[in-house]
């Protein structure tokens, strides 16, 4: 499984970007997509997930900033942002999860990271 992230770049403070990660395999196959980010010099930290129902969970920091959505139609992973920070500024990852009948069969799947530069 491969996933492609895309749509990262560099913006002012207060500007918008949207992320988008397409899967070599239907969206409807995972059962969690989500974002993570990884700032440098800190650890990785999760920005949003998304389940296969559509239920949403966003990081305090982000929430009423970010929205995490799915197209199944287009098999894409998106993530809004809007009213981006400095403190933003990072290497955003897709991840894609399946969850077997126990852990030993759970498989995680990461794309390549997309750089966002905020600038104040």
């Known amino acids: 499984v491969q996933l492609q992230a895309s749509g990262g770049g560099q913006v002012q403070s207060g500007g918008s970007l949207r992320l988008s990660c397409v899967p070599s395999?239907?969206?409807?196959?995972?059962?969690?997509m989500g974002w993570y980010r990884q700032a440098p010099g800190k650890q990785r930290e999760l920005v949003a997930t998304i389940t296969s129902g559509g239920s949403t969970n966003h990081a305090d920091s982000v929430k009423g900033r970010f929205a995490i959505s799915r197209d199944i139609a287009a098999n894409t992973l998106y993530l809004q942002m809007n009213s981006l920070k400095p403190e933003d500024t990072a290497v955003y990852y897709c991840n894609a999860a399946t969850r077997g009948p126990s852990p030993k069969y759970d498989r995680d799947y990461w794309g390549q990271g997309t750089l966002v530069t905020v600038s104040s």
């Open positions: 395999v239907r969206v409807s196959a995972f059962n969690d």
